[in-house]
């Protein structure tokens, strides 16, 4: 039985999301949290979002623009105490608490825009690449919303650098961040960027991805719903 054991693969759970109907996505989440515009593939062990799926529309882009001043971070308490990061785990580590899903998309909604400052969101990420790179794949998304009016977007983390610290709960720095967007017209761009100070001042276009090296990198696949059942 052992042996039988051993012979399972790694993808036995779909997370499927209403924000990108046509796709599943193998990978294993210990909670699935269903927030008001985005869905959370969430680990308890790393104590981070695993991956997080939203749509963007490119008429609500510039609806608001609702300021971030007085929001904070926030521990998610629909997640059991053992899964929780809070975040003073992130207080003088060197990392910056970096969002899955962006603010800067759902600030046309106070309600929504708080969500995003739930721990279940965030991350660690470098400041460099939080700040300057990873800001300009996220305002190259926005770019794509206004254009394409429709956005489905894939944000992740994957891989290990260590954690936060034993007294820090413990939280997974990730080695890779990655975003997955599928444009209506069908074209899907991707990109995947080390967790390095190093990237900031890159040009996003250095780190175009296949959608297939990202599940390579970080052990998971996207799949279409036709596929299934194959």
């Given at each position: 039985?052992?042996?039988?054991?051993?012979?399972?693969?790694?993808?036995?759970?779909?997370?499927?999301?209403?924000?990108?109907?046509?796709?599943?996505?193998?990978?294993?989440?210990?909670?699935?949290?269903?927030?008001?515009?985005?869905?959370?593939?969430?680990?308890?062990?790393?104590?981070?979002?695993?991956?997080?799926?939203?749509?963007?529309?490119?008429?609500?882009?510039?609806?608001?623009?609702?300021?971030?001043?007085?929001?904070?971070?926030?521990?998610?308490?629909?997640?059991?105490?053992?899964?929780?990061?809070?975040?003073?785990?992130?207080?003088?580590?060197?990392?910056?608490?970096?969002?899955?899903?962006?603010?800067?998309?759902?600030?046309y909604n106070r309600a929504?825009?708080?969500?995003?400052?739930?721990?279940?969101?965030?991350?660690?990420?470098?400041?460099?690449?939080?700040?300057?790179?990873?800001?300009?794949?996220?305002?190259?998304?926005?770019?794509?919303?206004?254009k394409y009016k429709d956005?489905?977007?894939?944000?992740?983390?994957?891989?290990?650098?260590?954690?936060?610290?034993?007294?820090?709960?413990?939280?997974?720095?990730?080695?890779?961040?990655?975003?997955?967007?599928?444009?209506?017209?069908?074209?899907?761009?991707?990109?995947?960027?080390?967790?390095?100070?190093?990237?900031?001042?890159?040009?996003?276009?250095?780190?175009?991805?296949?959608?297939?090296?990202?599940?390579?990198?970080?052990?998971?696949?996207?799949?279409?719903?036709?596929?299934?059942?194959?």
């Amino acid at each position: 039985m052992k042996k039988l054991l051993l012979l399972i693969p790694f993808f036995l759970f779909a997370f499927t999301s209403k924000y990108l109907p046509n796709y599943n996505i193998d990978i294993h989440c210990d909670k699935i949290l269903h927030k008001k515009a985005f869905d959370i593939c969430y680990s308890c062990k790393w104590k981070t979002p695993i991956l997080v799926v939203y749509k963007v529309d490119g008429n609500l882009i510039d609806a608001k623009n609702l300021s971030r001043k007085s929001l904070r971070f926030r521990p998610d308490y629909n997640l059991p105490t053992k899964c929780r990061s809070y975040s003073k785990d992130y207080s003088r580590t060197g990392f910056d608490r970096g969002h899955l899903a962006p603010n800067a998309v759902f600030d046309y909604n106070r309600a929504i825009q708080k969500e995003t400052f739930l721990m279940s969101n965030i991350a660690p990420q470098k400041p460099q690449l939080n700040r300057r790179l990873w800001a300009k794949i996220e305002k190259f998304v926005r770019i794509q919303a206004r254009k394409y009016k429709d956005i489905r977007v894939i944000t992740g983390v994957c891989g290990s650098l260590g954690t936060l610290g034993k007294k820090r709960h413990n939280v997974n720095i990730p080695a890779y961040w990655y975003k997955i967007i599928f444009r209506p017209d069908g074209k899907i761009i991707s990109f995947l960027v080390p967790n390095s100070n190093s990237v900031g001042r890159d040009k996003a276009k250095k780190y175009l991805s296949s959608v297939e090296e990202i599940e390579r990198v970080c052990k998971f696949r996207v799949k279409e719903n036709n596929e299934f059942g194959k």
